[in-house]
């Protein structure tokens, strides 16, 4: 039966069964241990699973990722919390040029299985130093797998397949949804394989493609967008290396038409690798250029009013997906 979770309580689920029927998992990070994390997500696991598995470490995101890369490579699984998203870019190369390659550089007999969990997306108050959404950055770096998580469900699920891949994984959620409403969370399921989309939706008209918070926008939209006899096909993403392709290529040629949507700005975002490949795996079959909408290229202001202006509202979708369908 599901249970009725936030997003904090799914992930510090996943967290939980991960520590107790793995052996070789550790969980640290900044404030991750008796703080209980610096948005609640890790509370308790300290106190159950002891501090020699789950504690704090210094500010320094480069020691925490060079420690998990070793501790990867000597057989352990660390899921490391980065607070923000943006804090990762310290240890670029840790992440890029250490963990991604260890598996090639080694002729295949090391590995890093390693997690890094951490948040990205605007909120009120949150300055340009901690609201970036820097996805599109990391699905570029082959041997690392980029997963964003929409629903609690996701979070749940997609955190423990990350722990179960033999890889290295970032993992990426959003803070506006950790505490925001409970929803309905199936544990103790078998652990998924960390790639593949999920259909939200059914539509013919239009595919409408989103990944993290976005979705639930794309979801109203695609309500408000059926009340006007327009169907939209709503896939959420997850995994966005690896791409599932063929689910979204199945979609397209159904529909004909795609909308992109993302909270990143959209020059250099995830979204026009999306769109470079569906023109050119489905340009005879289009009815309408593919789409996308994302924020423009400026920094994200702190101000609620002005980030929603920047970043597209439900309003902006259904909007292009209205001009999309009407061609």
């Given at each position: 039966m599901p249970e009725l979770l936030t997003h904090a309580k799914a992930i510090n689920a996943a967290l939980r069964r991960a520590?107790?029927?793995r052996d070789d998992t550790l969980l640290f990070g900044?404030?991750?241990?008796?703080?209980?994390?610096?948005f609640g997500v890790t509370k308790?696991?300290?106190?159950?699973?002891?501090?020699?598995?789950v504690f704090d470490t210094p500010i320094s995101e480069t020691a925490m990722l060079g420690s998990a890369v070793g501790a990867a490579m000597c057989g352990l699984r660390p899921i490391v919390e980065i607070m923000w998203i943006d804090f990762s870019l310290v240890a670029m190369d840790q992440i890029v040029n250490q963990a991604a390659n260890v598996r090639y550089v080694s002729a295949g007999r090391l590995g890093a299985?390693?997690?890094?969990?951490?948040q990205m997306g605007a909120l009120p108050g949150s300055c340009a130093q901690h609201s970036q959404n820097l996805e599109a950055f990391f699905t570029h770096v082959p041997g690392l797998r980029v997963g964003v998580a929409a629903t609690a469900q996701d979070a749940h699920d997609m955190l423990l397949a990350a722990v179960w891949n033999d890889d290295p994984v970032m993992?990426?959620?959003?803070?506006?949804?950790?505490h925001a409403?409970?929803?309905?969370?199936?544990?103790?399921?078998?652990?998924?394989?960390?790639a593949g989309a999920r259909r939200c939706r059914e539509g013919a008209d239009l595919t409408i493609l989103s990944w993290g918070a976005m979705l639930y926008k794309a979801r109203a939209a695609a309500d408000?967008?059926?009340?006007?006899?327009?169907?939209?096909?709503?896939?959420n993403a997850r995994w966005l290396a690896p791409f599932d392709w063929p689910a979204l290529l199945d979609s397209v040629r159904k529909t004909r038409r795609l909308l992109v949507v993302h909270e990143a700005n959209v020059t250099g975002g995830?979204?026009?690798?999306?769109?470079?490949?569906?023109?050119?795996?489905?340009f005879g079959q289009l009815a309408a250029p593919v789409m996308r909408l994302g924020a423009p290229d400026a920094r994200m202001p702190a101000a609620p009013h002005l980030q929603e202006a920047l970043i597209p509202q439900v309003p902006d979708i259904v909007h292009a997906a209205q001009s999309m369908v009407t061609r």
């Open positions: 520590l107790q029927e900044e404030d991750v241990g008796k703080p209980g994390g610096v308790d696991l300290q106190r159950d699973f002891g501090a020699r598995r299985p390693l997690v890094i969990r951490t993992v990426i959620e959003n803070r506006g949804l950790y409403q409970a929803e309905d969370v199936v544990l103790g399921d078998p652990v998924q394989a960390a408000e967008l059926a009340g006007q006899g327009i169907h939209a096909d709503v896939l995830f979204g026009a690798e999306i769109c470079a490949r569906v023109q050119q795996e489905c």
